[in-house]
């Protein structure tokens, strides 16, 4: 069936360097594939989407590419901040639903 | 940018009342989903709703969960009786179509069953 993996279900990080939350997908359906962020207590907000394979989509320094070939939407930012510590969902399309992935946690140190 | 309203944001009740949780979505989104999220964890969903229909609904949306959307008001989900696993924050959303469009999530109803 449809299903979304996210792999890390916590990452802690030093203010300043890189990161990548890894995102893999199934579906049957063309993919169109989501990144969403949730900050403590708030709603989940989209941070990115995209349907077009290999073209990088970028947004408030977070950027992902989709991959169809390896059915990966992994979401990097070069450089985290301390406002970037949030709860972090893959997400597609399936049916009449959004399916989520287990969410990764980014967790920012100063 | 548009806001998906939710009333309550917090909802304390003995186990096996009745509770309603109420989304005023937004105004022009055609398609209505609630989502449940335990502890900050997955995002899970229950069910959509369409032109007045459920179109889908997920294991977790046991038969003492029950949707509607009467007249255009209030999105709301309703629990009778409530159980104390269903201590969780619901979630609604909208969206202007179903596939491939991104939500806008209400803030949530945190709702604790006791």
């Known amino acids: 069936g449809d299903s979304v993996t996210q792999t890390e279900g916590l990452v802690t990080l030093t203010k300043g360097l890189p990161v990548m939350l890894n995102c893999t997908y199934q579906t049957t359906y063309s993919p169109f594939l989501f990144w969403y962020v949730q900050h403590l207590n708030e709603a989940p907000k989209l941070l990115l989407k995209?349907?077009?394979?290999?073209k990088r989509t970028e947004h408030q320094g977070f950027y992902a590419t989709l991959h169809k070939s390896s059915s990966s939407f992994h979401l990097q930012k070069s450089s985290v901040q301390l406002s970037d510590s949030a709860l972090y969902f893959c997400?597609?399309?399936?049916?009449?639903?959004?399916?989520f992935g287990s969410g990764t946690r980014l967790l920012v140190s100063p | 940018g548009p806001k998906v309203l939710q009333i309550p944001s917090h909802q304390i009740i003995d186990m096996g009342q009745m509770v309603t949780l109420n989304c005023d979505p937004v105004s022009n989104h055609l398609y209505f989903y609630w989502y449940k999220q335990i502890l900050g964890q997955q995002m899970e969903f229950l069910v959509n709703?369409?032109?007045?229909?459920?179109?889908?609904k997920s294991k977790l949306f046991k038969d003492q969960f029950s949707v509607e959307r009467p007249d255009g008001s209030y999105f709301t989900l309703k629990i009778q009786p409530t159980a104390l696993e269903d201590s969780a924050v619901y979630f609604c959303?909208?969206?202007?179509?179903?596939?491939?469009?991104?939500?806008?999530f209400g803030s949530g109803t945190r709702l604790l069953v006791i």
């Open positions: 997400a597609f399309p399936g049916g009449y639903k959004v399916v």
């Open positions: 995209s349907s077009t394979d290999n």
């Open positions: 709703f369409y032109n007045g229909k459920v179109m889908e």
């Open positions: 959303a909208s969206s202007s179509r179903d596939r491939n469009s991104d939500y806008t």
